[in-house]
């Protein structure tokens, strides 16, 4: 089992940056892929951006590709997504996720944590 608590969300203007962290405990973290996902309302959960143990090739949206940066500390079980340039379509409930590198589905989820950008 593994266990995932975000934070770092909050009310920001237009061009404004945030960062959201995700501390993981439980089982290795190390055979866990770590990803950020994103609900605004009314629209379906979508993918935002992962990456590996070794933080080899990160994957990001093309959405938020060039503005968001996904980074984990491996000592300290977290990961973390740094958002820059926000935009109004950034507003959503961002949710932290991992899965076993062994499978396709993300296993384990956080509670969310809300992120509004103001125009």
């Known amino acids: 089992q593994v266990q995932l608590v975000e934070s770092g969300g909050g009310l920001v203007q237009t061009g404004a940056s945030l960062r959201l962290s995700c501390a993981a405990s439980?089982?290795?973290?190390?055979?866990?892929?770590m990803g950020w996902f994103r609900q605004a309302p009314g629209k379906e959960r979508e993918f935002v951006a992962a990456?590996?143990?070794?933080?080899?090739?990160?994957m990001y949206a093309d959405s938020v590709r060039g503005r968001f940066t996904i980074s984990r500390d491996n000592a300290k079980n977290t990961v973390s997504l740094q958002m820059n340039n926000l935009k109004p379509e950034d507003t959503a409930v961002y949710y932290c996720?991992?899965?076993?590198?062994?499978?396709?589905?993300?296993?384990?989820w956080g509670q969310g944590t809300q992120v509004t950008v103001s125009s």
């Open positions: 990456r590996s143990y070794a933080g080899t090739m990160p």
């Open positions: 996720a991992a899965r076993n590198v062994a499978r396709r589905e993300y296993e384990y």
């Open positions: 439980g089982r290795s973290f190390n055979t866990y892929i």
